[in-house]
């Protein structure tokens, strides 16, 4: 009996990085898994390796029009939604000097407006059964950066969004649980080719490290542990809280 056994969970973002980590956890823990991405390729390959517990689905997270197709298309496949995690997200760089406007709202789009539209578009099918809704913030939604406006900020709304849908959720008595995940500079390949791009590799990687006061970056497995344990019934005393798996970087 998995930890997950049976849930059905739909996850944004899913074709890579920690997406995929929680994917392929979720799946061992005898989850059914409902990847989303708008990288369709990436995305069908992902669920292919992941096996025949993970399904995916090609959706763009800033669509609102594709958040209603994707959650009638999880009520009629799957019948229910038990775990819906909001994991989707881009990273933009740049100071408040460098960071275009544009820039500026695709990084609010896609990282807070399309989590308010998750939630509101799966609340009405979540609150049959009841679920937990888990929304990816970041360590940089604390620690701020010159060269982070736009991510950093976006990010430090998420904690705050959740705490809000939390309340309703439990105002409403709905059985829906809502939690924020807060993750450190944890290696992925797209951290890889960010430490890559830059003029010294091996000193960026070596300050990565070094930020986190636990003396190294994370593996994407130790967010996925935690999405596990919060898409669990293991943590059903715990709603409205930001958990951070960062080595200390928030502290
Ligand atoms: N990796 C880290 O060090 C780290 C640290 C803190 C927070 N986070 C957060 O964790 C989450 C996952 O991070 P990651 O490093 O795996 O990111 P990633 O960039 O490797 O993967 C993000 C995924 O989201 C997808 N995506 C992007 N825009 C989309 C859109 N509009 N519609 C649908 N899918 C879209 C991408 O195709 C990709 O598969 C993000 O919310 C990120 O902000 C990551």
């Known amino acids: 009996m998995g930890r997950v056994q049976d849930k059905i969970i739909l996850l944004t973002g899913g074709a890579m990085g920690l997406g995929k980590a929680c994917a392929r956890r979720l799946a061992q823990e005898g989850a059914r898994v409902l990847i989303t991405d708008h990288n369709a390729e990436a995305g069908a390959a992902t669920a292919a390796e992941l096996g025949t517990n993970v399904d995916f689905l090609e959706q763009d997270v800033t669509d609102p029009a594709r958040w209603n197709e994707v959650i009638t298309h999880v009520e009629a496949t799957y019948g229910r939604l038990d775990v819906l995690v909001n994991n989707a997200a881009v990273t933009v760089f740049g100071s408040i000097a460098d960071v275009s406007y ?13 989590i308010f539209l998750g939630c509101k578009a799966a609340l009405p099918l979540m609150s049959k059964t009841g679920g937990s809704i888990i929304n990816f913030s970041s360590a940089a939604a604390i620690n701020a950066s010159a060269d982070l406006v736009a991510y950093n900020s976006a990010k430090a709304a998420i904690p705050m969004l959740t705490k809000s849908v939390a309340l309703y959720c439990a105002r409403e008595k709905n059985g829906i649980r809502v939690n924020a995940v807060l993750p450190g500079t944890i290696m992925t390949p797209n951290v890889r080719s960010v430490i890559d791009g830059t003029p010294n590799p091996a000193e960026t990687e070596e300050l990565f490290s070094l930020a986190q006061p636990i003396g190294h970056m994370g593996e994407p497995d130790d967010a996925a542990h935690l999405v596990v344990y919060l898409a669990s019934n293991e943590s059903k005393f715990a709603t409205g809280a930001a958990f951070a798996v960062d080595g200390g970087l928030s502290i």
């Not at 544009?102 to 399309?114: A, P, W």
Request: aromatic share 16%.
């Open 102 to 114: 544009e820039d500026f709202r695709r990084c609010y789009t896609v990282d807070v407006d399309s």
